[in-house]
């Protein structure tokens, strides 16, 4: 079970990178021992008592992680989402700076010939 004060609803837990870890490994070892992948996640999820949707999601992201399944690598879509937030910072400074100059041009052209 999850190590927390207050388990609440499945849907509303969180789960340390320990209890993520055992669980895929389980259902690795499971589906090893079994030679098959149905009913694998299902089986894990209710002996853990962590949701089904859950260990399925981290199942897929470890192979996904592991070179196992095509998609994006969690380091992958870290740096894609730093790469977004950059992009965003970048493009609110292009527009100060574009409504700076457009102030500073028009301060230009209004000022009295010498």
Not at 36 to 49: H, I, M, P, S, Y
Request: charged share 35%; aromatic share 4%; glycine share 8%.
């Amino acid at each position: 079970m999850p190590t927390e004060k207050n388990p609440g609803k499945p849907s509303t837990r969180r789960y340390t990178p320990a209890e993520r870890e055992q669980a895929v490994r389980l259902v690795r070892q499971l589906r090893s021992e079994l030679g098959t992948d149905q009913g694998t996640v299902a089986r894990v999820a209710k002996q853990l008592g962590y949701g089904v949707e859950s260990v399925r999601a981290w199942v897929n992201q470890a192979d996904v992680d592991g070179g196992l399944k095509g998609g994006t690598s969690t380091e992958d879509a870290k740096r894609i989402k730093e790469l977004e937030q950059e992009v965003k910072e970048l493009r609110r400074a292009n527009e100060i700076l574009k409504k700076a100059s457009a102030y500073f041009a028009q301060a230009e052209l209004d000022r009295p010939p010498r």
